[in-house]
């Protein structure tokens, strides 16, 4: 079974451990990468390449939305899973506008979303 690589966005730390341990967890995928803000999320995604970017939609700069955007246009074949502590149904236009997978409430994500969003997209 091939390993899904992830690059984690968010521009808090302690987010960024928790995405981390949750894909520590989960078995078949690692992460790649990490990124503070859209721009460098945009960058790093360009260089290495990641199958599943898990983007946190408030950031510095630009936002994970025009991030995923940016993203989504030069390498289509990445999935992109929003992340955000808006609720659900704010998630659908989320995802609408920005070509995202799919949205998931951050207090929700655990190996199991992470799971279900991939096995989706």
Known sequence: MAVVRVMLV???????????????ETPGFEV?????????????AARLLPD??????????IDGLEATRRILEERPATVVLLLSTYDEEAGA???AESGAAA?????SFGPDRLEEAWAGS
């Open 103 to 107: 949205y998931v409430v951050k207090a």
């Open 10 to 24: 968010d521009d808090q730390v302690p987010v960024l451990r928790v995405m981390a341990a949750v894909v520590a």
């Open 52 to 61: 599943l970017v898990l983007m946190d939609i408030n950031l510095p700069g």
């Open 93 to 95: 236009s989320f995802v």
């Open 32 to 44: 790649v990468a990490r990124a503070v803000s859209g721009e460098e999320a945009v960058d790093a």
